[in-house]
Nanobody, 122 residues
Framework: QWRLVESGGGSVQAGESLRLSCAVV????????MAWFREAPGKEREGVGC????????SYLDSEKDRFTIARDNRQKTVYLQMNNLKADDTGLYLC???????????????WGQGTQVTVSS
């Protein structure tokens, strides 16, 4: 059973926005930072960003930190990735992960989701 379930992906035009969701199932997330990653065809998995237990967002993409943001809702047990002004290079499978700790500088993860596909057409 998947503990993390992503949704919200789809096909959009360049310049549009998407909000991805990551639902946490059967486990608590309140003491864990949550991260998003993406996998593009022919490229290695890349970190997008993370939100710690206080709600502070850290971008792992220096060049994209103004377009992407991550928020969490502990009551809904959901983490959101808001992506604005999407580009063709943002195409990929987006996955969320639960960090083994409350801070985003920890790079070990308890659980991963299966991912949700984002396709951006230019």
């Amino acid at each position: 059973q998947w503990r993390l379930v992503e949704s919200g992906g789809g096909s959009v035009q360049a310049g549009e926005s998407l909000r991805l969701s990551c639902a946490v199932v059967d486990v608590s997330m309140k003491n864990n930072a949550m991260a998003w990653f993406r996998e593009a065809p022919g490229k290695e998995r890349e970190g997008v960003g993370c939100v710690d237990t206080t709600g502070q967002f850290t971008s792992y993409l220096d060049s994209e930190k103004d377009r992407f943001t991550i928020a969490r809702d502990n009551r809904q047990k959901t983490v959101y990735l808001q992506m604005n002004n999407l580009k063709a290079d943002d195409t990929g499978l987006y996955l969320c992960a639960m960090v083994q700790g409350g801070l985003c500088d920890v790079k070990r993860y308890y659980y991963w989701g299966q991912g949700t596909q984002v396709t951006v057409s230019s």
